[in-house]
Nanobody, 127 residues
């Protein structure tokens, strides 16, 4: 059974940094698409970043324009863990952040394309 568990959220001041982790279990995820989304109160779930890896092409990443240059997605295949490094955080980054996984969602920015989700971790950026 696939399980995703996020950690690393918390309260940070404007301009601060956080690194979120997503520990995956239940299978090998090395060639799956791993993504990060967030959802603020009253808003739809928003795509942030995705990463996939293959032995032939290597690692590929995709970012939303709103976070490009500030957020970095990475993975440690040996630990089955995906990370989201966030810098220069702003109050509008306040949301619940979710990790997602899917074998075929590469290229999609839609939450509907991802089959597996973590429970979310709260990130609050104070002004």
């Amino acid at each position: 059974q696939v399980q995703l568990v996020e950690s690393g959220g918390g309260l940070v001041q404007t301009g601060g940094s956080l690194r979120l982790s997503c520990a995956a279990s239940g299978r090998t995820f090395s060639n799956w698409v791993m993504g990060w989304f967030r959802q603020a109160p009253g808003k739809e779930r928003e795509f942030l970043a995705a990463l996939t890896w293959s032995g032939w092409i290597g690692s590929r990443t995709l970012y939303a324009d709103s976070v490009k240059g500030r957020f970095t997605i990475s993975r440690d295949n040996a630990k089955n863990t995906v990370y989201l490094q966030m810098i220069n955080l702003k109050p509008e980054d306040t949301a619940v952040y979710y990790c997602a996984a899917d074998p075929t969602a590469w290229g999609s920015r839609s939450a509907d394309e991802y089959d597996f989700w973590g429970q979310g971790t709260q990130v609050t950026v104070s002004s």
